[in-house]
């Protein structure tokens, strides 16, 4: 079959960031006295399983909460993840006495630090984003009482004729956060001041990504089904394309589920991946489905 990979797809240079710097913690703390040498990521050091458990093998604890981990001198390092951490988290990690390695990706850190700069300037900080997603949790800990809206149907939440700040989750799509605005805009303010915080590679990986779904016969978007990026990516294809398949990896791959038992094979797939589905795995997928006959 022929494949066709997405212009821009995979691994970002914050995710890439933040692996780097894992990496050379763990590597660090392989010389270090058995106390010293426990590294903590708070959360999954990115969406990916099969990069989590890879690093998990070299040493890595990912734990849920600050609870998990020990006090020192067993405590060793915390690797804050690319989603970054809330402020209060920060604190208390701080508190523990426990070595921070900050590997929030940069452009997470400027929708915090714009959230709080809002906040003093006496803006409502709304965010447009997932309200379980990590990165959003840490942009609602950076400001006070922060309105977050996934969709149209959270406008109830905003108050009548308030003077907005409003930033968005970095990995959301331009086209949903234009409707947003637009909808905000309908709903009424006294005030608004938006600033616009999405994530130009998120961006990239979302238009390559819709640009090949509407060539292809069938499409395949790679990576964490936690990922808010891929799941985006899946989303957008989707739209354009019924015939898309979010898949983890190969190992997920189904001939007989995907293209059913008694159909002819498509002619041409297309293959994209979120900005945490590392490079081996895009590679392996696309080995093998050009195999496939
Ligand atoms: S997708 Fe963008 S915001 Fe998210 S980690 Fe990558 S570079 Fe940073």
Request: aromatic share 4%; hydrophobic share 40%; glycine share 8%.
């Amino acid at each position: 079959m022929k494949v066709v990979v997405a212009e821009n797809c995979g691994f970002c240079p914050g995710v890439k960031n933040a692996i780097r710097m894992a990496e050379k913690v763990l590597g660090r703390h392989r010389k270090v006295s058995r106390e010293e040498k426990n590294v903590y990521s708070l959360g999954p050091i990115i969406h990916n399983s099969d990069v989590v458990q890879r690093l998990a093998k070299t040493g890595l604890k990912t734990v849920e909460s600050i609870r998990q981990i020990p006090q020192l001198p067993a405590g060793g390092t915390v690797l804050i993840r690319s989603h970054g951490a809330a402020p209060n988290q920060i604190a208390e990690l701080e508190e523990k006495g426990i070595n921070i390695v900050d590997a929030t990706c940069v452009l997470v850190k400027r929708v915090q630090r714009i959230a709080g700069q809002l906040d003093r300037a006496g803006y409502k900080v709304v965010v447009i984003g997932d309200e379980n997603h990590p990165e959003v949790q840490a942009v609602v800990g950076s400001a006070t009482d922060v309105i977050v809206l996934a969709d149209e149907s959270d406008l109830h939440k905003l108050p009548l004729n308030g003077k907005l700040g409003i930033v968005c989750q970095t990995t959301q799509s331009q086209e949903h956060f234009s409707r947003m605005l637009g909808a905000i805009g309908k709903h009424g303010f006294s005030e608004l001041k938006v600033i616009n915080t999405l994530c130009k590679e998120a961006i990239k990986r979302q238009e390559s990504a819709v640009q090949l779904c509407k060539q292809v016969d069938i499409m395949f978007v790679l990576g964490g089904l936690e990922s808010a990026n891929t799941r985006k990516l899946a989303e957008l294809c989707k739209k354009y394309n019924s015939q898309t398949f979010h898949l983890q990896n190969w190992s997920e791959f189904d001939k007989n589920t995907i293209f059913g038992k008694n159909k002819t094979l498509p002619k041409i797939a297309g293959v994209t991946a979120g900005a945490s589905t590392p490079e081996w795995i895009i590679a392996e997928f696309v080995e093998n489905l050009t195999k496939i006959k």
